[in-house]
């Protein structure tokens, strides 16, 4: 058989492009490496479940409230209005998204992607069977990299595909009590905290009978492990039953070009397509599978080379100016503890609450109520150049 395309990964952005793919009538293979979890906090958006049509069963807790705590152990409590944060966990969801897309008639493997390799007879992508330990190999006419951050498609396929920085997140999934210590079920906890992470931060994200306590560093240096068990006491949660433990790499930038000018796009985090400042990505990845599958099926159609760019183009034209803006927030307030005290006081104004919400819901910048971007513009500049004290709100 002669693939329309082959998909390595099948994490939520790889799914996604081979369940819209095989929907729309093309034949394609989905090769995923299954056996692992990657490490997230599992926050989903409304407009997640709306766009990729996510049915309840798949979400452990709708939270309405996400509290920021400073390095001085101050907080602030937001409330979600109008909406929520949907979590999920990667064990139950990945499988969800990849039994959808075989049932959906995409061709699903399990074994680990080996090499491409091209002859006169077309691309071939090589994997090695999980069950069997043999290389088969499947012959394509496109290939999608969703292989996750430091991709081995984008290494390989994409030129500077191995130059994209990232951050190492850690986290540990427990069992979780009811409301104990500092942690509740319904509330999302984001800690900017230096002791905890440098130059990222940690939460604590309720998933129904478990949540997931981690944190992130570029760091190197750090201990990832004794930061999340801190962070455990610190939120009296260390004596809860340990369920599993995961980490991986996160990027922190995606890469300026997706394809390779010829059979290869990439998607998710193979792209670097995860939001700085909150590290969220699953949204992302599964837009980043969408439009990858777009831009393969309009190359398909066509035979113009130049359509395997509409992924990037299309990601970038919604999503730029988002990015653009937490890139600066991260810049501006993650370098230091002092800088992390005055972003939580930030936090406690109610328009940069509302529009914060907004923005992370809809997935867009919010461009209502001008005057309340121009009093946030005004306190932002305030609280970084040291002209109110950081316990000021």
Sequence with gaps: MIYDVVVVGGGPSGATAA??????????????????????????????????????????????????????GRS?????????????????????LRNRAAEAGADLRTGTYTQV???????????????????KILTTRMVIGADGARSNVARTQIKDGDKVPYVIAYHEIIKAPGAVGNYHPDRCDVIYDGRISPDF?????????????????????????????????????DTCETIRREGAPIPLK?????????????????????????????YYAMVGGRVAATAAAA??????IKDLQLARKL?????????????????AYYKSDERRERFVSLCHDVDVQ???????????????????????????LAHLTGLVSPVHT
Excluded at 81 to 94: A, L
Excluded at 354 to 376: D, G, Q, S, W
Aim: hydrophobic share 40%; charged share 30%.
């Design 315 to 331: 990601f970038m034209k919604e999503h730029k100016n988002v990015f653009k803006v937490l890139g600066a927030m991260q810049d």
């Design 117 to 135: 390799t091209r002859d006169k007879d077309g691309t071939h992508v090589h994997y090695r069977d999980r069950e069997s330990g043999e290389e």
């Design 201 to 237: 931060y940690g939460w604590v994200f309720p998933h129904g009978d478990s949540a997931s306590v981690g944190m992130g560093s570029f760091v190197r240096e750090v201990d990832l492990k004794k930061a999340t068990a801190d962070l455990r006491v610190a939120s009296g949660l």
């Design 299 to 304: 190359k398909l159609e066509s035979g113009r």
């Design 254 to 282: 995606p890469l300026d070009r997706w394809d390779n000018g010829r059979d290869v796009v990439l998607s998710g985090d193979a792209a670097g397509v995860v939001a700085p400042s909150s590290g969220e990505g699953i």
């Design 76 to 96: 602030v409590d937001i409330p979600i209005e109008n909406g929520f944060v949907g979590m999920v966990d990667r064990k139950d969801f990945d499988p969800f």
């Design 19 to 72: 369940h819209d793919l095989a929907t729309s009538g093309h034949k394609v293979a989905l090769i995923d490496k299954a056996g692992r979890i990657k490490p997230c906090g599992g926050a989903i958006p409304p407009r997640l479940v709306r766009d990729f049509d996510i049915p309840d069963s798949q979400i452990l807790a709708k939270i309405t409230t996400a509290r920021m705590i400073s390095p001085t």
């Design 354 to 380: 509302k529009l914060t919400f907004e923005a992370y819901m809809n997935k867009k910048l919010v461009k209502a109520r001008p005057l309340a971007h121009l009093k946030i513009g005004v306190k932002n």
